[in-house]
Protein backbone atom coordinates (compact mmCIF):
# COMPACT_ATOMS: atom_id res chain seq x y z
CA UNK A 1 0.00 0.00 0.00
CA UNK A 2 1.15 3.61 -1.07
CA UNK A 3 -0.38 7.11 0.60
CA UNK A 4 0.46 10.14 -1.71
CA UNK A 5 0.02 13.57 -0.32
CA UNK A 6 -0.02 16.38 -3.28
CA UNK A 7 0.47 19.92 -2.26
CA UNK A 8 1.43 23.32 -4.19
CA UNK A 9 -1.51 23.69 -6.88
CA UNK A 10 -3.38 27.62 -6.65
CA UNK A 11 -4.28 30.35 -9.21
CA UNK A 12 -1.35 32.54 -10.79
CA UNK A 13 -1.65 34.22 -13.30
CA UNK A 14 -0.21 33.55 -17.02
CA UNK A 15 3.68 33.62 -17.58
CA UNK A 16 3.67 32.77 -13.57
CA UNK A 17 5.13 29.62 -11.95
CA UNK A 18 3.84 26.80 -9.55
CA UNK A 19 5.40 23.71 -7.85
CA UNK A 20 3.88 21.15 -7.31
CA UNK A 21 5.27 18.73 -4.79
CA UNK A 22 4.16 14.81 -3.65
CA UNK A 23 4.95 12.96 -1.02
CA UNK A 24 4.86 8.81 -1.04
CA UNK A 25 4.57 6.79 2.41
CA UNK A 26 4.18 3.13 2.86
CA UNK A 27 5.89 0.64 0.30
CA UNK A 28 8.17 3.18 -1.19
CA UNK A 29 10.78 0.61 -1.19
CA UNK A 30 9.53 -1.19 -4.97
CA UNK A 31 8.51 2.60 -6.04
CA UNK A 32 9.38 1.49 -9.86
CA UNK A 33 7.63 5.00 -11.74
CA UNK A 34 6.61 8.42 -10.07
CA UNK A 35 4.64 10.41 -12.71
CA UNK A 36 1.81 13.81 -12.93
CA UNK A 37 -1.12 13.72 -14.49
CA UNK A 38 -3.55 16.18 -15.17
CA UNK A 39 -7.21 16.37 -16.28
CA UNK A 40 -8.81 19.47 -17.45
CA UNK A 41 -12.98 19.90 -17.57
CA UNK A 42 -14.46 17.94 -20.15
CA UNK A 43 -10.92 16.10 -20.99
CA UNK A 44 -9.52 12.79 -20.79
CA UNK A 45 -6.71 12.70 -18.04
CA UNK A 46 -3.32 12.84 -19.82
CA UNK A 47 0.28 12.67 -18.83
CA UNK A 48 1.69 15.26 -18.39
CA UNK A 49 5.68 14.09 -16.97
CA UNK A 50 7.39 11.08 -15.65
CA UNK A 51 10.27 9.92 -13.77
CA UNK A 52 12.47 6.85 -13.54
CA UNK A 53 15.34 5.56 -12.10
CA UNK A 54 17.54 7.56 -14.20
CA UNK A 55 15.24 9.39 -16.94
CA UNK A 56 12.35 11.60 -16.97
CA UNK A 57 9.79 12.37 -20.34
CA UNK A 58 7.58 15.17 -20.52
CA UNK A 59 4.38 15.55 -23.02
CA UNK A 60 4.91 17.90 -26.05
CA UNK A 61 2.47 20.59 -24.35
CA UNK A 62 5.12 21.46 -21.61
CA UNK A 63 8.51 20.62 -23.09
CA UNK A 64 11.02 23.31 -21.87
CA UNK A 65 8.47 25.15 -19.57
CA UNK A 66 8.07 22.17 -16.84
CA UNK A 67 10.37 19.99 -15.07
CA UNK A 68 9.93 17.22 -12.99
CA UNK A 69 12.65 15.76 -10.30
CA UNK A 70 12.59 13.58 -7.38
CA UNK A 71 14.08 10.83 -5.67
CA UNK A 72 12.05 7.47 -6.19
CA UNK A 73 13.97 5.59 -3.72
CA UNK A 74 12.89 7.88 -0.82
CA UNK A 75 9.73 8.81 -2.57
CA UNK A 76 9.39 12.27 -3.05
CA UNK A 77 8.50 13.78 -6.81
CA UNK A 78 8.34 17.75 -7.64
CA UNK A 79 7.01 19.66 -10.52
CA UNK A 80 8.48 22.94 -11.34
CA UNK A 81 5.58 24.92 -13.53
CA UNK A 82 6.86 28.03 -15.41
CA UNK A 83 5.25 29.71 -18.24
CA UNK A 84 2.15 28.82 -17.16
CA UNK A 85 -0.93 29.11 -20.07
CA UNK A 86 -4.55 29.45 -19.30
CA UNK A 87 -4.29 25.85 -21.53
CA UNK A 88 -2.52 24.45 -18.52
CA UNK A 89 -5.40 24.75 -15.60
CA UNK A 90 -6.56 21.09 -14.45
CA UNK A 91 -6.28 19.25 -11.69
CA UNK A 92 -2.92 17.88 -11.22
CA UNK A 93 -2.58 14.49 -9.96
CA UNK A 94 0.26 12.39 -8.33
CA UNK A 95 0.64 8.75 -9.80
CA UNK A 96 3.55 6.06 -8.92
CA UNK A 97 3.67 2.88 -10.01
CA UNK A 98 4.96 -0.23 -7.71
CA UNK A 99 7.00 -3.18 -8.48
CA UNK A 100 5.11 -5.91 -6.08
CA UNK A 101 2.63 -6.56 -5.88
CA UNK A 102 2.63 -4.66 -10.02
CA UNK A 103 0.19 -1.66 -9.23
CA UNK A 104 -0.47 1.96 -8.97
CA UNK A 105 -1.55 4.53 -6.63
CA UNK A 106 -3.19 7.87 -7.75
CA UNK A 107 -2.99 11.56 -5.33
CA UNK A 108 -6.33 13.27 -4.29
CA UNK A 109 -5.40 15.85 -6.91
CA UNK A 110 -4.32 19.59 -6.38
CA UNK A 111 -6.40 22.29 -8.23
CA UNK A 112 -4.07 24.25 -10.97
CA UNK A 113 -5.97 27.92 -12.44
CA UNK A 114 -4.11 30.05 -14.63
CA UNK A 115 -5.63 33.23 -15.52
CA UNK A 116 -4.72 35.10 -18.83
Known amino acids: QVQLVESGGGLVQAGGSLRLSCAAS????????MAWYRQAPGKQRELVAI??????NYADSVKGRFTISGDIAKGTMYLQMNSLRPEDTAVYYC???????????WGQGTQVTVSS
Open 95 to 105: NVAIMLPPSTY
Open 26 to 33: GSVSTLRT
Open 51 to 56: IRSGST
